[in-house]
């Protein structure tokens, strides 16, 4: 799923364009009407903060750096199959006294060579060497001019025991590549975690704001009927203390919509903040809360969730690794069995080119073929390591028991809290319903002098209070929601499109 991990830059720029042209102006606006001033007309859909987030989202950024560190890992791995070229050159000369005459008095040797050297995927190290040595040696007796001696040696070493045919080496590989995908999942659920916490304070703005306009709309209530109260006390046909009753009740709407105000703007700037978004620009959250009815029922979910739960899929994949690993372990308990085998050819003359061109005549052959061993007499690492893997797969065994148990609990948990706000839902706006008929009813009464302010208020009250419930309802149903997208990693399939 490598698309999650590259966001397209053209829907990135275009995003960001977007909101530093609408969210912008809307700075500009709030710096001028205050605080709490919630005229900003700039909004964004949940989407855009989505995308907005994950571009910008430090998070994110880190994840992808752990994913890519991981990944040098496979690299790392490969290096056991890297090519090597060496070569050197040499001279030396000896003039020291020798104990026969008839031995050498001066020798002089200058040398050079080059040398490839390779292991094979089958565990085979091949390798070829070109030397020439060119020397000169002086006697009491005699002198020999320079001549020169070149080689060309082949070797082949094929290890049958211990990393029989290169299997530890190509199952190093294999285990690398394992957990760069078990890496790339944990990016993934990073990525949507990120996107979990941004819809999360989305929604929360998005109910700060439903709050707001509730208040401000009871404000509006209040005002209306303290209007009507000034004008019967100015008549004199309204007690004081009815007066002062409205006139309190005014002030305290006026002072819960100051408040509502400011935590509609921590929400927003909760929001900037898990979108990295810069301070002053301005974001307005576009959706409303609404009630989305599960089409999936509880069995459903939890297929869902184990086809697509990566901590599921960390766990198998542990399993896999596990049990690779234990037969790596077993291997390396094995002695050091290898074939060798060399093969030389060389040519002398004092003509480097004609010493060459003897070499492919094969005149003058060098073979070696053998057997190599080394047996570890007691070999306790090897065995410590072998046990100690046995035991990390027995208890990737067990913790794969522990994640189904925890997905089934997470997923049936999550699923029920979003029945149970469903289910309650239907009740609560059924009661802001009545509470609204109450509240007129009552205003009717008013009106034709048959209450009193203190029941206006009260229950204005009452509409206030349920109809803030509704839209907590409504929240803790969408978080719900989030929650139970979580546990059953869909999250991130929804943006596909998008990131």
Not at 266 to 287: F, Q, S
């Amino acid at each position: 799923m490598r698309c999650y991990r590259h966001i397209k830059h053209t829907t990135l720029l275009l995003c960001f364009f977007y909101v530093m042209l609408v969210c912008g102006a809307g700075g500009a606006e709030t710096e001028k009407t205050g605080p709490v001033d919630m005229s900003f007309s700039g909004t964004m859909p949940l989407n855009d903060c989505v995308v907005f987030a994950v571009a910008n989202s430090f998070e994110v950024k880190l994840a992808k750096l752990d994913l890519y560190i991981a990944e040098t890992g496979l690299m790392y791995s490969e290096a056991a199959f890297d090519t090597f070229l060496s070569g050197g050159y040499s001279y030396s000369e000896d003039r020291r006294k020798r104990i026969s005459s008839a031995l050498s008095r001066y020798d002089y040797i200058g040398s050079y060579h080059a040398a490839m050297e390779k292991t094979l995927p089958t565990g085979t190290d091949v390798s070829i060497k070109f030397e020439d040595r060119r020397a000169r040696l002086e006697t009491d007796y005699a002198g020999i001019g320079f001549y020169h001696v070149p080689e060309l040696t082949f070797n082949v070493e094929q290890p049958v025991g211990k990393n029989a045919f290169g299997f530890i080496n190509r199952s190093g590989i294999t285990l690398t590549a394992l957990a760069i995908e078990n890496a790339g999942l944990s990016e993934q659920d990073r990525i949507e975690a990120l996107i979990a916490k941004v819809e999360k304070a989305y929604w929360n703005a998005v109910f700060q704001k439903r709050a707001l306009e509730i208040y401000e709309n009871i404000l509006g209530k209040a005002k209306k009927l303290h209007d009507v109260n000034e004008k019967n006390y100015d008549i004199g046909i309204m007690e004081k203390v009815d007066f002062v009753a409205s006139r309190a009740n005014l002030s305290k709407r006026e002072a819960e919509v100051i408040v509502a105000g400011n935590r509609y703007r921590r929400a927003e700037e909760n929001l900037k903040l898990v979108m990295n978004m810069d301070e002053d620009l301005r974001v307005t959250p576009r959706g409303k809360l609404k009630l989305e009815h599960l089409k999936e029922d509880l069995a459903d979910c939890l297929k869902i969730s184990f086809g697509n739960r990566r901590d599921y899929k960390i766990a198998k994949r542990d399993i896999e690794i596990t049990g690779l690993n234990v037969k790596v372990k077993s291997n390396s308990r094995w002695p050091e069995i290898d074939f060798v085998a060399t093969a030389a050819l060389n040519g002398l003359d004092a003509d480097i080119q004609k010493a060459a061109r003897e070499i492919p005549g094969a005149d003058n052959p060098y073979y070696y073929v053998g057997v190599e061993f080394e047996i570890p007499i007691e070999n306790k690492e090897a065995e410590s390591e072998y046990l100690a893997a046995k035991l990390e797969k027995q208890k990737a065994l067990i913790e794969i028991k522990d994640v189904e148990r925890t997905i089934i609990t997470e997923v049936g948990n999550s699923f029920r809290d979003v029945l149970t706000f469903e289910s309650g839902l239907k009740y609560i706006r059924d009661a802001v319903v009545f509470q609204s008929e109450k509240l007129a009813e009552e205003e009717k009464r008013f009106n034709y002098g048959r209450s009193t302010t203190k029941n206006i208020i009260d229950y204005q009250q009452d509409l206030l209070r349920t109809e803030l419930e509704e839209a907590q309802y409504l929240l803790d149903h969408s978080v719900a929601r989030v929650d139970l997208e979580r546990d059953m990693n869909v999250i991130l399939a929804k943006y596909k499109d998008e990131l």
